[in-house]
């Protein structure tokens, strides 16, 4: 028995034995073999296509080998760029085997406490595998590891210099600029030779997140970027404490380069959404996108806003942003960001179907939705009289109307058709001001992050920030029978071998308000006898069919919204000036109705 109970183990040691060494023998033929040059120097990356839902081609990503940009060597660029980037993405560069192995363990034990992989410790040798091979789109552990050996393989075949020029010629800096030149350009309008410290910071500290750090969109966040990065540079001792203190304070001046691209922030909409969902380097692996959007009902759209806006010319109105759904599919069909992408003067390049705004009285219908499932009903009679509230802080609050007068005695029907401001927040005092929060939360008005107390009763006259694609959406629900989607903007998405990789989902909803509600909702706002008082006969809300509008204008005008919607459409438009100074908090409370 001992005999046997011995020859087992010698038989497993040997076996484990052989397995080590077979494993050795494969990994030094991976090492040694695999052919990997040509991969790297002769990539040619397959574009991505975004499409409208006919098929119409709306942008086609292009990359450095394809003629987008041209090629630089190390030799071409600023030192401080180099330096921006070593700090910024991997400081051990020049000193790893293509794999970080403390990044690594830091990285593991992170995503051991997540439950999932949120970080990946990747070197910029392994950034380089991500973009010229594409693995690790799922980070899965498996596509982890093929990513690593792929980097080690790298680094045994190219020098560092040599795979530091590929991943600064190949790597996505955002707004559609792929490579260290092409962004250079996109984004200061300049030679990347001439970058100086503070622009290198900033574009070195792009590549984890280009969306997020867009100066066009997000330029706070930007800013904060590339003074992380200029503090990393100042702790590895790059720069002195004189060149960090220059740098830091330095104002970018920020230039965007005309493209050939159609409904050009959709598509950045969706290049946001792609990465998302797949990561950022997945974006430029040859995918086929067919989205919502219809671009011929886009083209309309543009030159209707851009006929009205410049018919607005004298009222301090110059810009306008557009959005419209489908209720049946919660599909986005159109998306206008704003009435010229291209025009710095009115802060084009902002989406502002993105933008926190705030929605005036448009807020109101979810008000009165909740008063509904209380008990009241259109016939409920309300006083429209001077009133006095008091804050959570005791100080006082007095709503006035649009229009400084007073109604009377008026219907909850009327009070809702002509939007005076005095019955509305009597009718929040009803329902209690977190139940509409939670409510509007519901409806997808995530960006109304406060506490109640914070909005207090003036939330049902605007005094908080939605974005219109939110406040559409919610408005969806009400053309929908109470049931809240989440809008949709792309239909599918192909690999570049024709393997479906999304695909939209039917999704039916989850009931937020009662059909009947909205159904009396629907029947007050499309009433256009009851908002004579206000509107007139034939006003602009009147069209030759049915169709539920509601306003919100903010003081000064600079937020003026139209929310309308039919059993086929939801349209939300807002009207404004980007630039106008924020009223004080409870400037809704005092707004005027258009």
């Given at each position: ?37 040509g ?16 098929g ?83 980070r899965?552990?498996v ?55 503070a ?43 004189m060149?960090f203190?220059?740098?830091i ?49 886009h ?22 942003s ?11 069909i ?70 400084f ?28 001001v ?45 053309a ?18 024709g ?41 602009v ?19 003026n ?34």
């Amino acid at each position: 028995m001992k005999f046997i109970k011995k020859l087992a183990k010698k038989r497993w040691a040997l076996i484990a034995l052989y397995s080590g060494a077979t494993a050795i023998f494969i990994f030094l033929l991976f090492m040694n073999f695999y052919p990997i040059r040509g991969l790297f120097e002769n990539s040619i990356f397959p574009s991505t296509k975004i499409y409208d839902r006919n098929g119409i081609l709306l942008y086609e990503t292009l990359h450095p080998a394809q003629g987008k940009t041209t090629a630089v060597s190390l030799d071409e660029l600023p030192t401080h760029l180099i330096q921006a980037t070593l700090s910024a993405e991997d400081i051990s560069f020049y000193r790893n085997s293509g794999v970080d192995v403390v990044a690594v363990v830091r990285a593991f034990i992170l995503n051991l406490k997540e439950g999932r992989i949120v970080s990946g410790g990747s070197t910029i040798t392994q950034q380089l595998v991500r973009n010229v091979i594409g693995v690790n789109k799922k980070r899965t552990i498996v596509q982890k590891i093929k990513e690593s050996f792929l980097a080690l393989r790298v680094t045994k075949v190219f020098t560092k210099n040599e795979v530091l020029t590929m991943y600064l010629n190949k790597i996505y800096y955002g707004n559609l600029n792929y490579g260290i030149s092409a962004a250079s350009q996109g984004y200061f309008g300049k030679n990347v030779a001439d970058l100086d410290l503070a622009e290198s910071a900033f574009l070195a500290g792009l590549p984890q997140a280009p969306n997020h750090y867009d100066p066009f969109e997000n330029r706070e966040e930007a800013v904060k970027r590339k003074n992380y990065v200029l503090s990393l540079m100042h702790k590895h001792g790059f720069i002195s404490q004189m060149q960090f203190e220059s740098a830091i304070n330095e104002n970018l001046v920020f230039e965007r380069n005309v493209l050939t691209i159609r409904a050009p922030h959709f598509v950045n909409f969706i290049i946001e959404q792609l990465e998302d969902r797949f990561g950022e380097s997945f974006v430029s692996q040859g995918l086929e996108v067919k989205t919502t959007i219809d671009y011929y009902l886009h083209e309309k759209v543009e030159k209707i806003a851009a006929k009205n806006i410049a018919l607005l010319a004298g009222r301090n109105v110059t810009n306008a942003s557009v959005v419209i759904l489908d209720p049946l599919s919660a599909e986005i069909i159109g998306m206008l960001g704003s009435v010229d992408y291209f025009n710095t003067d009115i802060d084009g390049a902002v989406n502002v179907a993105l933008a926190k705004r705030q929605p005036g009285s448009a807020m109101k219908p979810i008000t009165y939705a909740l008063a509904f499932e209380k008990g009241w009903h259109g016939a409920t009679l309300l006083v429209d009289e001077p009133v006095r509230f008091f804050t959570a802080d005791k100080t006082p609050y007095l709503p006035k109307n649009y229009d400084f007068e007073y109604h009377g005695v008026v219907t909850v029907r009327e009070s809702l058709a002509n939007s005076y401001n005095i019955p509305a927040v009597k009718t929040i005092n009803f329902t209690g001001v977190e139940p509409v929060l939670n409510r509007a939360h519901l409806l997808g008005l995530t960006t109304l992050d406060q506490p109640a107390d914070h909005y207090g009763l003036a939330l049902t006259l605007g005094d908080g920030e939605v974005r219109l694609l939110d406040l559409a959406s919610a408005y969806m629900a009400f053309a929908y029978q109470g049931r809240y989607r989440e809008p949709q903007a792309i239909l599918e998405i192909k690999s570049s071998d024709g393997e479906v990789l999304y695909e939209k989902p039917n999704d039916v909803g989850t009931r937020v308000i009662s059909p009947e509600i909205t159904f009396l909702i629907s029947d007050i706002l499309s009433d256009n006898e009851a908002r004579l008082s206000q509107f007139g006969l034939n006003n602009v809300l009147q069209l030759d069919h049915p169709v539920a509008a509601k306003t919100g204008t903010t003081r000064n005008f600079r937020d003026n919204w139209t929310l309308g919607y039919t059993p086929d459409f939801v349209v939300g438009v807002w009207v404004g000036n980007s630039y106008l100074e924020r009223c004080d908090e409870r400037d809704s409370s005092h707004g005027a109705e258009t």
